[in-house]
């Protein structure tokens, strides 16, 4: 016999789950839109050529390629895979349709990708990402609104606690460069500087220790993106106690990262582009001050992010609790100019929807108001032994499920008949439907319906007009 579960890093979504993700999309489509964002969606399948050489040598293998038909799937060609992510996918539209979009468009995207990843906890194969991207603007005013819109979204459903950890590729390009790093080699390194706050500095070492770096090299690297001292004007290192204003704090870092590269860049190169990073990203924070993000956003140079394609600032979300991140994006200039002739200026950001719920269901986050139950009245068939009478009944009860539905309410109706009144209520309880109603021969009499709230067990015929309302306000 065949197994049940689904494939390895697959999940089934039962109804709750669905409300719960339907929820939170919901409130992420809310804000983005208040952000002027437009919906777009695009194929699950992308052509092959598309997606390769996109997310760099680590990416590329955590791609599932779709075997051409045919004589092909003995030999193992691809021509097909499945989207890997919603970035790629948006720079190939962008090129094919550069006529028809608006010179700054601005995109929400919601739709599953796939990984041939290793599942883990609130990590998945395939899974939802909620991207917003902004394309035609270098202005650092794109960052600080993505960065609100992500505060946004995480402060309506609840948190308070994350974190918005922002740094520039640049600045990590000038801290490979001070500490050496061969150009052919800062690709891969940057895919194990990827997971220091996952594996911490001596994985990192060992990562790299198998990309033949040099040991005094990696400690030049590591000591620039984990260092909180700096160099006085007399040489000594100094610690810094950073404020506890995010905001001040993040100024701190800074002038703490501009006096450590005036002292520990080797290069000329490597100083030209991190003052480069660390004026755009101050223009961030300073423009990030008078919105939703300036508590939560911090400066981070030792994140990394290890896709190849970003080109200058760089976010991730994380909150405490979950290892790795809520999400993450950044500045990806080149991208777009893959598909077509000229560069488009693009950022954007992609929130996991999956780990979001599962910390929201853990913290038991999700608003009382988000009913598990499938509907909010369930509409029984009055029993009856008379043979003549069960049609009538039946009818009876499809009409008063009709009435209900147009005063806007959630109506089940028990699917069978000849079953006793009592089952049926038990049927509606082990559901968590909160009312029954139903019309007996005297309440069709009297113009009335019986209903029940199976919460408070309070049972009472009212006039039937009244029914609709009488259920609204007990929900």
């Known amino acids: 016999m065949a197994s049940t579960q689904p494939?390895?890093?697959?999940?089934?979504?039962?109804?709750?789950?669905?409300?719960?993700?339907?929820?939170?999309?919901?409130?992420?489509?809310?804000?983005y839109e208040r952000y002027g964002f437009e919906p777009l969606e695009t194929p699950a399948v992308e052509n092959i050529e598309t997606l390769m050489g996109k997310y760099g040598e680590e990416g590329n293998q955590l791609i599932f390629k779709i075997l051409k038909r045919g004589v092909h799937e003995k030999t193992g060609e691809a021509d097909l895979a499945l989207r890997y992510d919603l970035t790629v996918p948006l720079a190939r539209v962008v090129a094919q349709y550069q006529n028809e979009l608006p010179k700054f468009f601005k995109r929400y995207q919601i739709q599953p990708v796939w990984r041939a990843d290793r599942p883990a906890r609130g990590r998945f194969r395939e899974f939802y990402q909620c991207d917003v991207d902004v394309l035609g603007s270098r202005s650092p005013i794109v960052e600080a609104e993505l960065c609100s819109s992500i505060s946004d979204v995480l402060i309506r459903l609840g948190f308070r606690d994350f974190t918005i950890r922002l740094n520039h590729r640049l600045l990590l390009d000038a801290m490979m460069s001070s500490a050496m790093i061969d150009r052919d080699q800062r690709s891969n390194v940057l895919v194990a500087v990827d997971k220091l706050d996952k594996i911490g500095e001596d994985g990192v070492r060992n990562q790299l220790a198998l990309l033949n770096i040099i040991p005094n090299r990696v400690d030049t690297l590591l000591h620039l993106m984990t260092n909180t001292s700096f160099l006085s004007l007399e040489g000594k290192l100094q610690p810094h106690n950073f404020s506890e204003d995010r905001f001040v704090a993040n100024k701190e870092w800074l002038t703490c990262l501009a006096r450590n590269f005036?002292?520990?860049?080797?290069?000329?190169?490597?100083?030209?582009?991190?003052y480069e990073a660390l004026e755009n990203l101050e223009k961030i924070v300073d423009l990030s001050e008078v919105n939703g993000a300036r508590e939560h956003i911090k400066i981070d140079p030792s994140l990394a992010r290890g896709l190849s394609y970003y080109t200058g600032s760089i976010m991730e979300v994380t909150i405490p609790g979950l290892a790795g991140s809520v999400g993450g994006g950044g500045r990806y200039d080149?991208?777009?100019?893959?598909?077509?002739?000229?560069?488009?200026?693009?950022?954007?950001?992609?929130?996991?929807?999956e780990r979001i719920i599962l910390l929201m269901t853990e913290r038991k986050m999700f608003p009382p108001s988000l009913t598990t139950a499938p509907a909010d009245v369930m509409v029984l068939i009055d029993y009856s032994k008379d043979e003549s009478k069960k049609i009538?009944?039946?009818?009876?009860?499809?009409?008063?499920?009709?009435?209900?539905?147009?005063?806007?309410?959630?109506?089940?109706?028990?699917?069978?008949?000849n079953v006793k009144n009592e089952i049926q209520k038990a049927h509606a309880s082990k559901r968590e439907i909160p009312f029954i109603a139903w019309v007996g021969e005297d309440e069709i009499l009297r113009g009335e319906v019986k209903i029940r709230n199976l919460r408070t067990r309070d049972e009472r015929s009212i006039a039937r007009i009244e029914a609709a309302k009488v259920i609204q306000e007990g929900k």
């Open 7 to 31: 494939a390895r890093g697959m999940r089934d979504f039962l109804p709750a789950d669905v409300r719960r993700r339907d929820y939170v999309i919901g409130v992420i489509k809310e804000v």
């Open 262 to 274: 005036k002292d520990f860049s080797y290069a000329d190169e490597g100083k030209k582009a991190a």
């Open 334 to 353: 080149n991208l777009v100019g893959m598909f077509r002739k000229d560069e488009v200026p693009a950022c954007g950001f992609s929130f996991g929807l």
């Open 392 to 417: 009538l009944a039946g009818k009876n009860a499809l009409k008063l499920a009709r009435e209900l539905r147009d005063a806007g309410l959630r109506v089940d109706v028990y699917p069978a008949r």
